[in-house]
DNA sequence: GACATCAGAATGTCCTGACAAAGTCTTGAC
DNA sequence: GTCAAGACTTTGTCAGGACATTCTGATGTC
């Protein structure tokens, strides 16, 4: 029951020491190597195994439990968590998630321009109404079938942004590449039915239900960098989240 | 800039220090008494402010980081958040959330019995099919109008369910009060179109979109306590989902 | 046999201390 | 005037120790 986990640290490493060890727990979580239910031993034993004081094997622990995957009680003991729960939505990019689950994603980039902000996206990026910012239309497919209408607002100068880059890599990773660093966002996600124009964009029939997305995020100074508008067809694609109460 | 919080303390109090402090701070916050932007003193300050160690303040300042009101950058200090980020999506029910926007919530239940489970009942809640579980149906209103039509199922002889005080309390409380502790949960957000009993039911058109939700909630041993199947109409309801970089 | 009490085990909280890394700002050289 | 090097500030990481709180299980009593 009380496995000694076999973990390698590298102090030389740039990466603190919490995090090797909280990575090497989840991989073995994944693997199957650490089952469900399993019980770890306790935080002071874990610490002596490792050669680590308490305080950090507790970073790491405490790393795993918010991330869902662990579960501690007082008095008792860590235990890893019993489901497979998926891994939570995170600030991470609708082509970020499809490349890991290698669907094979595809973007088409159907209107690319500078425009003056309308209310609801001036409201949303904090700046005064007609100011001029980048708008982006795309549209995401996953192994050939189209996925999604992804509308973009972005504040004008934040980063050169070019149609096959885009395309290539999604937005996200041009934001991050251009050293923006996003920390916030704030998600809403709704429901509607199609419209004729989008229908026909995303070969279902029109009033077809689809699922609405709008999200803007914010970087570490709260400045809003980016404002989303997305619907996804229903009958491809849902969220999942992973709540965990602390 | 750099104001000095007036925070007390009580050290016979059994709530942790780390919380009471982070609990004032977010009242600030919440008061304006902390606007958007103000720069916090630097960690050891406020720590000597309050004669308190560091670490005890770093865990109060992390608490108010994951919560999403507190940005920290190295070299750089602790901003309140530019943001009117809405609170997270939390392990709640539907019920609270309306109570707390006092919206005036009702529940009629349509529907309650032991049944066997079917097999995707059975695989939430991790039990052999046929096993017998408790099924209910319930329909939410708010304001008077329909708004959600919600299905679970319960592992048998988890609580005793009573039809009064599901419409007066809602399930999660129920449940609550029942030293059920649930800790983490998996929820799937989509959409579809409205069967026709499901319009009836909720005052919309056949073939309406709906949001649809399901999700699966575990207590601290792991162990599947409640799997529900909900739909909501979509033009009342959408989800708000806070993220957090870590 | 059922219930209360107590010891043990594990995490929760809090403390002090130290060094590392990153960002900002000033200083200085060219 | 511009750019780079270095000083300074601030958070990030890590160590080791102490006591409190909570849960489990065993012990003992009625």
Known sequence: MTNSLSITLDRTSPVPLYFQVAQQIEAMIDAGTLPAGHRLDNEIQLADQMGLSRPTMRQAIQHL?????????????????????????ELSSLYDDLALASKRPTTTVLNMARVPAEDDVAVALRVPPGTEVVHLQRLRCAQG?????????????????????LEQRGLYEMLRAAAVHMRVANQRIGARAATLAEAKLLHERRGAPLLTMSRTTYDDNGRAVEYGSHVY???????????VER
Do not use: C
């Open 233 to 243: 067809r229903a009958t491809l694609y849902t969220f999942e989240i992973a709540l």
């Open 145 to 165: 079938e189209p996925l999604a209408i992804m509308h973009n607002w972005l504040p004008d100068g934040l980063t050169d942004l070019t149609v096959e880059r």
């Open 65 to 89: 439990v918010d991330k869902g995957l662990l579960v501690r009680k007082r008095g008792v003991g860590t235990q890893v968590v019993h489901s497979m729960v998926k891994r939570s939505v």
